[in-house]
């Protein structure tokens, strides 16, 4: 078979993909804010969501940011951000990685006042999109009640909102009323061969 002939079966083979793909994307109608949770141990969850951020403000969107542990890190992401401060409100409400605190009371204090935080912006009106980085960290730790986190994001969140929450070990009920989960797996890292954290690429 020649090059004009496989030029010719692919051009064929695409028009109908298209065409399938055409009406599916018909098919779907509905507009609505969601429940985005990115969890697993690999690295990217909150790569990925601060990537769904700058994509956000691209069309001009209000977004809330409200960082649950890395609150003493300097980061890239918040250097970027703070460009854009009529669009994006982040507030950083971590005392750092539990490890580091070794203060369990002090870590509940920090995540209850974020969460606090997060309640106010989700139901403010005044954002499109909230990203709640790192709540799932606190989750795990029972540092804020999951019913309540779960009950307040199924029943108070509105409609319109859309809102990430990133973090390992995500609770089986958060992703039960999530609409989106992606779980994010770990096949290699540098970090197993004694490369450090760096800038620009985890923070």
């Known amino acids: ?50 990537g769904m951020v700058m994509r956000a403000v691209g069309h001009g969107m209000k977004v809330g940011v409200v960082q649950f542990i890395k609150g003493r890190i300097e980061t890239g992401e918040k250097a970027v951000l703070d460009r854009f401060a009529d669009l994006v409100t982040v507030r950083r409400m971590g005392e750092g990685f539990t490890w580091e605190t070794q203060d369990r009371q002090r870590d509940i204090a920090a995540a209850k006042a974020a969460w606090e935080i997060a309640k106010e912006m989700i139901t403010s009106g005044e954002f499109r ?42 609770k089986d009920e958060l992703i039960e009323i999530a609409d989106l989960v992606t779980e994010m797996t770990q096949v290699k890292h540098p970090f197993r061969s004694g490369v450090k954290p760096q800038q620009g690429i985890e923070f």
């Open 1 to 50: 078979m020649d090059e004009i002939d496989l030029d010719a079966r692919h051009a064929e083979k695409m028009r109908k993909k298209k065409e399938a793909r055409d009406k599916i994307l018909a098919s779907k109608t509905i507009e609505k804010g969601l429940l985005i949770v990115h969890t697993g141990k690999g690295k990217g969850k909150s790569t990925a969501a601060f």
């Open 129 to 170: 999109m909230v990203l709640l980085d790192e709540l799932n960290i606190v989750l795990r730790y029972d540092y804020i009640d999951l019913a309540e986190v779960v009950a307040f994001l199924r029943d108070e969140k509105p409609d319109d909102v859309h809102v990430i929450i990133t973090g390992r070990n995500a």
